[in-house]
């Protein structure tokens, strides 16, 4: 669902209600095909995915700049350059090995049945 759909005139009759969405059943609620479940994406889980997938090869695009301006030194930026992005696509790579090893728990978990509580 997006960010309007609780203040939407449409009250969930539209397509986006009708997608589907891969959700890991943490719990082993007894959940069968079409019935409507309480989900949540974990906060931790998406700050994990955003540091891996985006915070990390931005540090090493610096990391990689000061290591190849150190150890090349060139009368040009090219060196410097080429490293950074060495270092940027490298830790990319590990990015997604290690997005791909945790995928199961990056994924939105059922909380509860529509209807039957959160607990």
């Known amino acids: 669902m997006q960010e309007g759909c609780g ?5 969930g009759t539209c397509k986006i209600r009708k997608s589907n969405l891969l959700v890991y059943n943490k719990k082993r ?30 540090v090493m695009l610096f990391v990689g700049y000061g290591f190849g301006a150190l150890v090349f030194h060139a009368a040009t930026e ?16 590990v990015g997604m090995l290690v997005q791909r090893r945790n995928r199961l728990e990056s994924f939105p978990y059922i909380l509860a049945k529509e209807g039957q509580g959160v607990f």
Do not use: Y
């Not at 203040?7 to 009250?11: E, I, K, R, S, T």
């Not at 007894?30 to 990390?56: C, H, M, N, Y």
């Not at 090219?78 to 790579?93: E, K, N, T």
């Open 7 to 11: 203040v939407c005139g449409l009250n």
């Open 29 to 58: 609620i007894d959940v069968r095909e079409g019935e409507a479940v309480v989900i949540e994406v974990p906060g931790t889980e998406q700050a994990k995915s955003a540091f891996w997938v985006l915070g990390l090869p931005v």
């Open 78 to 93: 090219g060196p410097a350059v080429a490293s950074a992005g060495v270092g940027f696509v490298a830790s990319l790579l």
